[in-house]
């Protein structure tokens, strides 16, 4: 075998083994980001079992406010018929819409003292807000995934190898305007 043809062969060889060595990085990144949501799903399967408990402790106190049950209700909803699609876009607007839910219900909580010192609201409480704070970091490590596994498919060369293979960018999983501005505390308060 002359020089030329050992030094060609051993320029293939390193291009397939970088090849190889790329592709299983992608690969690994592609998991990172679906363990990402799989924790994020985990919480909010948790969030979805505790929040009918919450309104059934909050239905006892026959003067509250039914609308905000109501929207609490509707809200964990279209977080779970999102969750299960794995929509990012329509989670995001309806996590917001539900966290806005939950702000109201416990503000409104603090008009009904026996309710605010019942110990299952409480406890349901507690355990929710635990929910919230998970899901949040969750949702912070998904974010943080996804940004590595979209950055590292469209810088080249890996670009090549991600194309070749049909890797796509994911989603952010992003909320409303208003999940992100300040909370209006009167608001909340007010019927």
Request: with cysteine; hydrophobic share 50%; aromatic share 8%.
């Amino acid at each position: 075998m002359s020089t030329r043809a050992a030094v060609f062969l051993g320029v293939i060889v390193l291009v397939v083994l970088y090849g190889v060595f790329v592709y299983n990085a992608l690969v690994q990144l592609k998991h990172a980001v679906a363990k990402a949501w799989a924790n994020i799903d985990v919480l909010l399967k948790q969030r979805h079992d505790e929040l009918p408990k919450l309104v059934e402790v909050c239905r006892q106190y026959r003067d509250f406010e039914a609308a905000t049950l109501e929207r609490v209700i509707a809200a964990r909803n279209q977080v779970q018929a999102a969750s299960s699609k794995q929509d990012i876009g329509a989670l995001g607007e309806a996590e917001g819409a539900l966290r806005a839910g939950l702000g109201r219900l416990f503000a409104v909580a603090e008009a009904y003292p026996d309710l605010k010192a019942n110990e299952n609201f409480l406890q349901l409480q507690a355990r929710i807000t635990t929910l919230e704070n998970g899901i949040a970091d969750r949702r912070e490590l998904y974010n943080e995934s996804v940004n590595i596994f979209n950055v590292r498919i469209e810088q080249f060369p890996d670009l090549v190898i991600a194309r070749i293979f049909g890797f796509q960018s994911a989603g952010l999983l992003e909320f409303a305007s208003h999940e992100k501005s300040d909370v209006d505390i009167a608001a909340l308060f007010k019927g």
